[in-house]
């Protein structure tokens, strides 16, 4: 079944249970009075089809807008500080042969900050600004969004799974004009410190890249 048809089943829905509660309301006030059922099942579809004329002008992007309006503002407001520290830039050796790895920086010294708001489930969701020193020695600033979530603990250590989503800039991608990206994300937690990893995903010769860094939260981590 389409969106449209979805949506359509769920109007006529709306309208049909507007119509018969709006009827036994009447029903109810007037006993079985003929025009006081007209007027009330005349006035439960007018009900009806306004709620669904307000729910129509809320488009999906709309509502998409809304929701990462909401997310970012809480995550601003109620979120501790964050302290970005890269540390690690590998290339798998398997795509790159030695000569290429020795031409590569894997050292990306750099720094970033940011706001962290705990899920109240060992998870976490974040906002970042970073930059750092790119596989070619050059400075690539990034800015996002991400969510880890809990999978196991063992021990005093959390071990968490999930994503982030950013615009960055590099210099030997489309001039350093920033673009956008979404990678997944792998945490080890102990505490107020993170130790993640990302990896990005490639073929030979590129990509195949696991980016390393470290994250401390000044503030409420549970």
Known sequence: MTLFQNHVCRSAAMLGTGVLLNS?????????????????????VGTSITHRDAQDTRSLPGRWAEAVRH???????????????????????FAYSREKVDQYNEHPWG????RALPD???????LY??????????WSPM???GRIWRLASVGPVDLGLGYSVFLMSRSDTMSGVPFPGAL????ATVGRFSLTTTYVPGGKGYGNILFLFGRYTFGDVR
Not at 73 to 81: E, L, N, P, R
Not at 111 to 114: A, D, L, Q, T, V
């Open 24 to 44: 036994a309301a009447w029903a109810q006030a007037f006993g079985n009075d003929k025009q006081g059922r007209d007027v009330g099942t005349m006035e439960a």
């Open 71 to 93: 997310e970012v503002s809480d995550i601003w407001t109620h979120g501790a500080a964050d302290l970005y520290v890269p540390l690690h830039t590998h290339h798998l050796r």
């Open 184 to 187: 997944p994300l792998a945490a």
């Open 143 to 145: 800015a996002g969004y």
């Open 111 to 114: 720094i970033g900050f940011g």
């Open 120 to 126: 109240g489930n060992g998870g976490t969701r974040v």
């Open 129 to 138: 600004a970073m930059v750092f020193r790119d596989s070619h020695s050059h």
